[in-house]
């Protein structure tokens, strides 16, 4: 390695551990919207209502990470009913004065702080929220923070279809290939941006996924809230992450489909998405 390369690289490495360190370690949450598609574990998850509960909540609620300024609130909907919950979410200072047992128990308790009125949050999104914690929500990860090792040979094939713009993206965002070369990718490889054969590599999978949660590129088409929806970003990942590997290991691993197989046009099966 030369001089200059490993200056390079070492320039890299530092901003890539500054993406992380930005991006990765206050975790933020994915944007609502973002999500819409994604079910997670099997349950419908409401993308909003985790947002709701990151914006409101979690500054005195945790969530099976024991007290804060509030009680933690696994379980919660377990432990009191429904109309209870609705009631002293949405108004606890009447409840706690109406003399309720539980209330002023924990009015006691937690004497420091009180929590706020949420008058402004409607039925229905405190409904959200009940439904959102009583299937541990806050535990069940996004789809694009699962390890790209995770990924079937078909999470690959659609971030590959992704990333050549074969299959297009939810909000419209423009496909990688316009701007990026990866290796396999035959006459269509874009040039504007860096080459992203060993990106996954030179990443990890983390701060790739911190990267992949808004536009590379300030001129690119979609926007920061509505770029890949989570399992795109998933796709692309696990995509990246196979060129990756491939590159890495001289393409010796026999158990996938060569390079030059997989990206004739006309040479792959299509749909079933
Ligand atoms: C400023 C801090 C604060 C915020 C923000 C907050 N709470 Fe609370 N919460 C508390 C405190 C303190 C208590 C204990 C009761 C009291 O003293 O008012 C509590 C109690 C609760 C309880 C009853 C817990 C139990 O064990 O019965 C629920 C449910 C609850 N909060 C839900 C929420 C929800 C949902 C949000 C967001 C929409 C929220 N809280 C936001 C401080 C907060
Ligand atoms: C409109 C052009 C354009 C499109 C479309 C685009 N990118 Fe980029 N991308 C860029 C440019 C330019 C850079 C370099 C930005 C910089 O260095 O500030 C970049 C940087 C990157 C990097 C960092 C590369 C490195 O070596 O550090 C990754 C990863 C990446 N893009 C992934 C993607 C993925 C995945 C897609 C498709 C979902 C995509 N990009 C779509 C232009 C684009």
Known sequence: MTGTSVLKR??????VLFAVLLTVLSLPARPAGADDDDESAGAKFSAEAAATFNKRCTACHTFGKGVKV???LKDVTKRRDRPWLHKFIRGSSSVIASGDSVATKLFAEFRQQRMPDWV????KQVDDILDYLAMSGPDIKPADERNAELATAADVDHGRKLFLGETALKYGSEAC???HAVEGAGLRNGSLGPNLTDAYE????????AFLR???FRWQRGSADHYLTAKESFAIKAFLRDRSVHHGAGSNTGSHTPVSAQVIPGNQKRGNQ
């Not at 070492?10 to 901003?15: G, P, S």
């Not at 030179?202 to 996924?209: F, G, I, K, P, S």
Request: overall charge negative; glycine content about 4%; aromatic content about 4%.
């Open 70 to 72: 509030g009680p933690d």
């Open 10 to 15: 070492l320039a890299l490495i530092t901003a």
């Open 214 to 216: 808004k536009p590379c």
């Open 202 to 209: 030179r990443y990890q999978d983390l701060a790739l996924t």
């Open 120 to 123: 402004d949050l409607s039925e």
């Open 177 to 179: 290939i316009t701007c």
